[in-house]
DNA sequence: ATTTAAGCCATATTTGTTTAAGGTTAATTA
DNA sequence: TAATTAACCTTAAACAAATATGGCTTAAAT
């Protein structure tokens, strides 16, 4: 993720072995378990750190073993930065989508990509938005929002039931759209947007 | 069949503080920081340590700093079904696939998918795959493993590249095939396969 | 009545970990 | 050319933290 070019190329490598090890362990390295990990002394290991915290990617507490703060995404806490959140079925006209009956399971998100229970996940079923490469089966992740900007892949409540189209605004109207030729748009009937689709998962079947 | 014995109010107290002070920090705490919040000695700590891990609520990491690691049987199940996994980016010919260096982010995943550090993300690059519905910039998860079956989509190390194809196997031969008539099966050359996509996850730009 | 467990204390020792202070070399930049 | 910077080194010292013993009190359990 381009992490922003100031670090060298050893820098980086050793922001990111803190990092890893972070993720590994339920607590940072010491400077000794970094000095064996590449093989280098601890003085050595020492300026690294003083350079990479210089920079700002990560910060330091004196005098405490293992104080090291990495201030950047992908960071310490693996439980701060995963949410779980629900899977609903497509529904059916009329049902109420987000029905607790309604949850097929759980799947994990990245935290902090929004901030609360403003996410939910919707198994995509119809092959409507197949040119936009969302299939059948396929798993739509949704923050809920009431409006979408133009061209914006939204969850949308036509008649009750819960769809997934290609949002479009034009001066005069706001109208949704499938992507797939033999589907026509949806010109003329009242919607509701409940969500804009910000991830698409599709699992693969495991042997 | 031993159910997790109780823990004290002492100690259920204590264990509270490690977990929080783990979450307030990018580390768990000392021994004399625990006897410094409960004014009570290193010593006494030393015992409640000693209980709580023998209860099985904190695992501890002998002759390590701040080695505690909280794992409450029972609570915490949210977290304990998550783990974060490493989204590496396509590589160009010769370099390691799995160099730290080329590690872009982590994603989070359901654990238990599957056992152990078995699985990587890795971001698609290239059109080849169009037809199946992965596109450029995609990340698809993998599993590791050595050999797939017919119809699976692999990532395979071909001229020390990684690539995503569909393998294909005949009575005769494997080969692998893109999923886009623009580039045609690869046929005549070795390959190894490192692992087969499990699932595919794309994001849409957020506003 | 004896044992056991929970909670507490104190002291000393060992090991882990960070910090300090000096240096070398090669490559880059002013 | 002189000055800087990255990357490496060694050694010593200071501090942080875990471990090892041993003992004390009270309440509950055998």
Redo the contacts with the bound molecule.
């Keep these: 993720m381009a992490r922003a070019k100031k670090l ?4 980086d490598l050793i922001l990111n072995f803190i990092e890893k090890f972070s993720i590994d362990n339920p607590f940072p390295p ?4 970094i ?1 064996e990990e ?7 290991v ?3 750190v003083f ?1 990479i915290e210089k920079k700002g990617f990560i910060k ?9 703060k990495v201030t950047r995404p992908g960071d310490n806490k693996m439980q701060d930065m995963a949410d779980m959140i629900p899977i609903y079925g497509s529904v059916a006209a009329g049902d109420p989508i987000f029905a607790m009956e309604n949850i097929q399971g759980y799947v994990t998100m990245e935290k902090n990509r929004a901030g609360h229970k403003i996410h939910f996940a919707l198994r995509i079923k119809g092959e409507s938005m197949k040119d936009a490469g969302i299939y059948d089966g396929d798993i739509v992740i949704v923050r809920k929002q009431e409006d979408a900007d133009n061209g914006d892949v939204v969850i949308a409540l036509l008649d009750d039931e819960a769809t997934c189209k290609t949002l479009k605004k034009t001066k005069i109207k706001a109208y949704l759209e499938a992507a797939n030729p033999r589907y026509k748009a949806i010109m003329n009937r009242p919607f509701d947007i409940i969500g804009k689709v910000i991830e698409l998962r599709r699992g693969f079947s495991v042997a």
Excluded at 8 to 11: A, F, L, M, P
Excluded at 30 to 33: A, D, G, H, R, Y
Excluded at 60 to 68: K, T
């Design positions: 060298t190329e050893k820098q010491t400077l000794k378990e000095a590449f093989k280098i002394t601890l003085g050595t020492q300026d690294h350079a330091r507490y004196p005098d405490v073993a293992r104080g090291f």
